[in-house]
């Protein structure tokens, strides 16, 4: 019994990394959208940056 419940145990974890997108880049086309259904029109006002990365690039040249 333990050895069956080892299996299944096993198996979930395999299968499911394979359950969030099926395709490379979310669909066949390779689009890399997300549908966040979590973000509505209701609290699309809290949202918050989560990080920021300066290449520093655009300090050092002058405005065209």
């Known amino acids: 019994m333990q050895f069956l419940f080892r299996l299944f145990a096993a ?3 395999c299968v499911q990394p394979a359950l969030a ?3 490379w880049g979310g669909d066949r ?3 890399r959208f997300s549908p966040l ?3 509505t029109s209701d ?3 809290a949202l918050v940056r ?3 990365f300066r290449t520093g690039d655009l300090d050092a040249r002058p405005p065209e």
């Open 43 to 45: 609290n699309v006002g």
């Open 29 to 31: 086309g390779g689009q």
């Open 11 to 13: 198996l979930v974890l």
């Open 37 to 39: 259904t979590q973000i």
């Open 21 to 23: 997108w099926e395709y």
């Open 50 to 52: 989560g990080w920021e």
